[in-house]
């Protein structure tokens, strides 16, 4: 039976948006980094000595963000490393977007109040969804992984394999520690049995 409270029109909006959303927000997170980067870059540009240093105040920003990027979805590659909430993605972003903020301030707040405040609200728009992306596919990684039994098993294996193998480890360096123990006790095991041997023959002499 249909629900005639909701508009059915709304509802297959809906479900449109929740279909290409994760792509557009994904496009948005590339393009403010890219904007970002082309926006230092060309104040950057400006001081710039020679030609050299043109083609770095852009590549450097550009570098800056792509590597932004890779450190705060890097353990998303690994759906085992479940993260917390501050989990290493978050804390590289927030730590990121506060050097981009001080960078866009120093290098900005000549040019005027306004262009410093623009600027830093499209880093924050980033900063923002940037958390929101890594929130979300860290919630899905955890749902593909807690209603997978199988991969229960596969981790419980891995986990286990893992502390075996490290007692192993363990055991083989306590091992070889041994020896070294037992060549120090023999010598005077020997030498108190000499001892001994020559106490018997002085007294035996008198």
Known sequence: MENSLVNQDFERAVKQMRRFLPMLSFGLLIGTYLVSALIMGIFHA???PNIGFTIAAFLVPLAIQAGRGTLVFFFQLNPARIQSRCSFGIIAATTLLLLSLCEAF????????S???SVSTLMLIGWVIEIMIL?????ATQMELYQNREQW????????ARNEFDQFIKGQSERANLPERDEMQIPSEAATANAESEKNDA???K
């Open 46 to 48: 400006q001081n710039a």
């Open 106 to 113: 120093f290098v900005m707040w000549p040019y005027g109040p």
């Open 115 to 117: 262009w410093t405040i």
């Open 135 to 139: 929130r979300e596919t860290t919630f």
């Open 153 to 160: 098993e596969e981790l419980r294996n891995f986990y286990r």
């Open 203 to 205: 007294s035996l002499g």
